[in-house]
């Protein structure tokens, strides 16, 4: 396990180390699940778009080689009609 100085006045210390003894725990088991917490988020969320990305590609979902092959007034135009309005 690494070792981490942080420069932090007395008072927010005093008051961290009261709040973490009423939790029943210690200021630098607070900081590392702090750390822990924000390293893992992010690492996490780089990994679930990295699994979306892979699903979408195997799933083969899309506009095709060709492209988009209609316009959006057409899908507007087929609503209109579905409901007797042109």
Avoid: C, F, N
């Avoid at 699994?51 to 195997?58: L, M």
Wanted: proline share 1%; hydrophobic share 30%.
């Amino acid at each position: 396990m690494a070792e981490l100085r942080i420069v932090v006045d007395e008072e927010t210390l005093e008051h961290a180390r009261v709040r973490a003894r009423q939790e029943g725990t210690a200021v630098d088991a607070v900081m590392r699940g702090y750390l822990e917490e924000y390293a893992g988020s992010r690492r996490e969320q780089i990994e679930a778009a990295r699994r979306i990305i892979e699903d979408a590609r195997r799933g083969g979902a899309g506009s095709g080689p060709e492209g988009r092959t209609w316009k959006r007034e057409d899908i507007y135009e087929e609503r209109l009609g579905r409901y007797g309005k042109k």
